[in-house]
């Protein structure tokens, strides 16, 4: 224990002692002036994970770069690229002795005129949808309809109710 301590312990001995029955206060201030002084308990480092670990709700942490079969694919994927970067070149101008710019232009406009037929067609299944919303809308703004919603609405909420307390009763046994 250290000074502090020591000597507070000390004086509330002293006051316990001489403490009449109607007299406890100056014993109470130095019993309090005592645990003012004593030292907080600390867990040992580590403790709270060990505690978890040991009860099984912490896992370590699984480094997924420290394998070597991680580094030897990330080198070999680098090598790959650098000889593909490398090669671009030549096959460059391999694909322009092979191909006529005509060729290559041809392509690229029928693939542009493909795309642009995909896009409209999709464009077109939203227009479709967008016009079935909206009939579906003006049905549904009726007020009949819309009663008859809220009324399935609340059956099947009530329903949901029901089958939670049936499944929490059965749970409980």
Known sequence: ??????????????????????????????????FRHWPAPEPPRGFALAVMRR?????????AFASR???AAIASALA?????????????RL??????????????SRTLV?????????????GFLSRLGGALGAVVATPQVALSLVLVVLCAG???????????AERSF
């Open 55 to 63: 009860a099984g709700l912490a896992r370590r942490r699984v480094d």
């Open 80 to 92: 790959l690229a650098a000889v593909s970067v490398s090669l671009m070149p030549a096959f460059a």
């Open 69 to 71: 079969w991680v580094h």
């Open 114 to 126: 493909a795309a642009t037929q995909a896009l409209a067609g999709a464009l077109d299944v939203w």
């Open 1 to 34: 224990m250290n000074r502090r301590l020591d000597d507070a312990v000390e004086r509330w001995l002293a006051a316990e002692a001489a403490r009449e029955a109607s007299a406890s206060e100056p014993a109470e201030a130095a019993l309090t002036t005592v």
């Open 95 to 108: 694909a322009r002795l092979a191909f006529e710019p005509a060729d290559i232009i041809g392509w690229g």
């Open 158 to 168: 009530g329903a949901l109710r029901a089958l939670d307390r049936l499944i929490t």
